[in-house]
């Protein structure tokens, strides 16, 4: 059975740094992209970042330059650095599948990143 786990999340001032985890138990890296989305207030839930099973890595044009997705394959654990934060990198951060079906397992509980100006 598939869990995801993140943490990582809190407040922090403009230009600061977090780094964001997510165990995700049942889900084979080499064979699944992992994402990382975040849901900003009010908004829609949105990919920020993505590493493909072969280690590929892709990130919204928001966050390029500026967040890092990474994993460790022996830990299940998916990581996200985030660097030079702004206020508009406010919100809850989930790690899930990013699929061509755009199917997803269930979501976890995601993690709360604050960022004040």
């Known amino acids: 059975q598939v869990q995801l786990v993140e943490s990582g999340g809190g407040l922090v001032q403009a230009g600061g740094s977090l780094r964001l985890s997510c165990v995700a138990s049942g889900i084979i890296f080499k064979f699944n992209a992992m994402g990382w989305y975040r849901q900003a207030p009010g908004k829609q839930r949105e990919l920020v970042a993505v590493i493909t099973g072969g280690g590929t890595t892709n990130y919204a044009d928001s966050v390029k330059g500026r967040f890092t997705i990474s994993r460790d394959i022996a830990k299940n654990t998916v990581y996200l650095q985030m660097n030079n934060l702004k206020p508009e990198d406010t919100g809850v951060y989930y790690c899930?599948?990013?699929?061509?079906?755009?199917?997803?397992?269930?979501w976890g509980q995601g993690t709360q990143v604050t960022v004040s100006a």
């Open positions: 899930n599948v990013n699929l061509p079906s755009g199917l997803f397992y269930s």
